[in-house]
């Protein structure tokens, strides 16, 4: 069986997704079983964002693989990382667009993307005097924080946790602490609550634990 490589050598929008979905249609009008295909990520995040189109319906894959319509695998590669929430939503929507549970292998050295790297990654954004156009999923702050603190999909452990959330208190007072807090009035901290979704990312930081 032939492999293809599908690849962007620009700065994104360049149809990647449903060249994929071009591609898988073809093997399987070729005659290809589509449970021998494997359509593979071999890093980035749930920043992605390939729309695909398929009998009129449209989705946007961000951590799942395009090509998921035509029923085959996606496998998330070691050098993705991966934010659970996030993954598990688009697994949830896909199902209900489709009515087909989309069959996913990820690697279980997958980093995890955390609630606490998001919500740095979104102050650190919010507090800039011009942003730089950040996608708020927390993907930098999680390959930093992996150099010390390496939380893999095999390997949770509550100690590890508890270094990443000192790790957070620590960043955080350094952020918005008494050297920055004279540039947040309580609007604008009401508005990076709001903006980090307190309520959710305790949510999923509580069913990590």
Same mark, same amino acid.
């Given at each position: 069986m032939k492999n293809y490589l599908v690849i962007d050598a620009n700065f994104g929008d360049s149809g990647k997704g449903r060249n994929v979905d071009f591609i898988v249609k073809n093997m399987i009008d070729d005659g290809i079983d589509k449970e021998s295909i494997i359509v593979t990520r071999f +890093? *980035? $995040?749930? #920043?992605?964002?390939?729309?695909?189109?398929?009998?009129?319906?449209?989705? !946007?894959? +961000?951590?799942?693989c395009a090509g998921s319509f035509r029923g085959v695998t996606s496998y998330l590669g070691p050098d993705v990382i991966v934010d659970c929430k996030a993954l598990e939503a688009e697994i949830i929507k896909f199902t209900e667009l489709t009515g087909m549970i989309p069959k996913v292998i990820v690697d279980p050295r997958c980093r995890i #993307? %955390?609630?606490?790297?998001?919500? @740095? #990654? =979104? @102050?650190? /954004?919010?507090?800039?005097? /011009?942003?730089? *156009?950040?996608? &708020?999923? &927390? %993907? +930098? /702050?999680? !390959?930093?924080? $992996? =150099?010390? @603190?390496?939380?893999?999909m095999d390997c949770v452990y509550f100690e590890d946790m508890l270094k990443v959330a000192k790790s957070f208190n620590s960043q955080f007072h350094k %952020? !918005? &602490?008494?050297?920055? !807090?004279h540039r947040i009035n309580e609007n604008d901290m009401n508005a990076i609550y709001e903006l980090l979704d307190i309520k959710t990312h305790t949510n999923v930081t509580n069913k990590i634990l």
């Amino acid at each position: 069986m032939k492999n293809y490589l599908v690849i962007d050598a620009n700065f994104g929008d360049s149809g990647k997704g449903r060249n994929v979905d071009f591609i898988v249609k073809n093997m399987i009008d070729d005659g290809i079983d589509k449970e021998s295909i494997i359509v593979t990520r071999f +890093s *980035g $995040s749930n #920043n992605a964002g390939h729309t695909v189109v398929v009998d009129n319906k449209s989705f !946007v894959f +961000s951590s799942i693989c395009a090509g998921s319509f035509r029923g085959v695998t996606s496998y998330l590669g070691p050098d993705v990382i991966v934010d659970c929430k996030a993954l598990e939503a688009e697994i949830i929507k896909f199902t209900e667009l489709t009515g087909m549970i989309p069959k996913v292998i990820v690697d279980p050295r997958c980093r995890i #993307n %955390l609630p606490y790297d998001v919500m @740095i #990654n =979104r @102050i650190k /954004e919010y507090m800039r005097d /011009e942003r730089h *156009g950040s996608t &708020g999923t &927390g %993907l +930098s /702050e999680t !390959v930093n924080r $992996s =150099r010390n @603190i390496n939380i893999t999909m095999d390997c949770v452990y509550f100690e590890d946790m508890l270094k990443v959330a000192k790790s957070f208190n620590s960043q955080f007072h350094k %952020l !918005v &602490g008494p050297n920055t !807090v004279h540039r947040i009035n309580e609007n604008d901290m009401n508005a990076i609550y709001e903006l980090l979704d307190i309520k959710t990312h305790t949510n999923v930081t509580n069913k990590i634990l």
